[in-house]
C-alpha cells in the first residue's frame, strides 16, 4: 500500500525566506504525487501535481516541486514566502483503483510565516 | 463551476442523534470521495462511489456509517448514532480523469461536533 511521510510537523519562516516543504512517499510504480494547501476553516486547494513528464513541476501561489525517483521525495519549494502563505500542507500519493488514482495523504506540515 | 458543496458547513449534535452530511459534487465528475480529518489521525478515506457505485467502504470505521450517492449530483453520509469520537471535520471531494490528468476538488468541508 502507498503511504506518504511529511517529517516537519512544523515550519517556521520569515516574510521573504524561501521555502522547502519535505515529502516522501513509498509506492511500488510511479506514483501520481500531489501537494494542497489547507487555510484555516477552509477545504482543501490543489496546489501542483505531478503525472509524468518534467520532473520539475510549477505551480499556483508560485509554488513548485520537483520529483525525485532515486530518493522517492516530492519537496515542495517557494523562493519568497509571503505572510499570507501561513497555513497547512498536505502532500498525497495516487495510487490506482477502480479506474483512478486514489490519494493518500500525509499528515500535513503547519507553516507559519513571521513578518 | 460552484466547485463541491457540502452541507452543513457545522453541525453540533447530542450523543446518540442520527447525522446526516450532505454532498453535491462538481457536474460531469464520476468520482466522489468521502474523507475525514481529525488531529489524531489526519485524512482518511472513508468511502468512494464510481458512478455511483460504491467500490470502496472500507475506511468506513464501522456500521454506524453509511454513505449513499442515489444520483450523480447528490451524496450523503450518516452516522446512527453519533458518538463524541465521531467528532471531526468531514469532506467530500470529486474528480473526473480528463485525458491523463485526474482533476481532485474538495469541498470546505462539515465540521461535525458531538456532544
Known amino acids: 500500500a502507498q503511504s506518504v511521510t511529511q517529517p516537519d510537523i512544523h515550519i517556521t519562516v520569515s516574510e521573504g525566506a524561501s521555502l522547502e516543504l519535505r515529502c516522501n512517499y513509498s509506492?511500488?510504480?510511479?506514483?501520481?504525487l500531489f501537494w494542497y494547501v489547507q487555510s484555516p476553516g477552509q477545504g482543501l486547494q490543489l496546489l501542483l501535481k505531478?503525472?509524468?513528464?518534467?520532473?520539475l513541476v510549477q505551480g499556483i501561489k508560485g509554488f513548485e516541486a520537483e520529483f525525485k525517483r532515486s530518493q522517492s521525495s516530492f519537496n515542495l519549494r517557494k523562493p519568497s514566502v509571503h505572510w499570507s502563505d501561513a497555513a497547512e500542507y498536505f502532500c498525497?500519493?495516487?495510487?490506482?483503483?477502480?479506474?483512478?488514482?486514489?490519494?493518500?495523504f500525509g499528515r500535513g506540515t503547519s507553516l507559519i510565516v513571521h513578518p | 463551476d460552484a466547485g463541491v458543496i457540502q452541507s452543513p458547513r457545522h453541525e453540533v449534535t447530542e450523543m446518540g442523534q442520527e447525522v446526516t452530511l450532505r454532498c453535491k459534487p462538481i457536474?460531469?465528475?464520476?468520482?466522489l470521495f468521502w474523507y475525514r480529518q481529525t488531529m489524531m489521525r489526519g485524512l482518511e478515506l472513508l468511502i468512494y462511489?464510481?458512478?455511483?457505485?460504491?467500490?470502496?467502504d472500507s475506511g468506513m470505521p464501522e456500521d454506524r456509517f453509511s454513505a449513499k450517492m442515489p444520483n450523480a449530483s447528490f451524496s450523503t453520509l450518516k452516522i446512527q448514532p453519533s458518538e463524541p469520537r465521531d467528532s471531526a471535520v468531514y469532506f467530500c471531494?470529486?474528480?473526473?480523469?480528463?485525458?491523463?490528468?485526474?482533476?481532485?476538488?474538495f469541498g470546505s468541508g462539515t465540521r461535525l461536533t458531538v456532544v
Open positions: 457536474s460531469g465528475h464520476d468520482y
Open positions: 509506492y511500488g510504480a510511479t506514483p501520481y
Open positions: 462511489f464510481n458512478n455511483n457505485v460504491p467500490i470502496d
Open positions: 471531494a470529486s474528480s473526473v480523469r480528463t485525458g491523463g490528468d485526474y482533476g481532485y476538488t
Open positions: 498525497a500519493v495516487g495510487a490506482p483503483s477502480g479506474g483512478s488514482y486514489i490519494p493518500t
Open positions: 505531478y503525472f509524468s513528464g518534467d520532473t
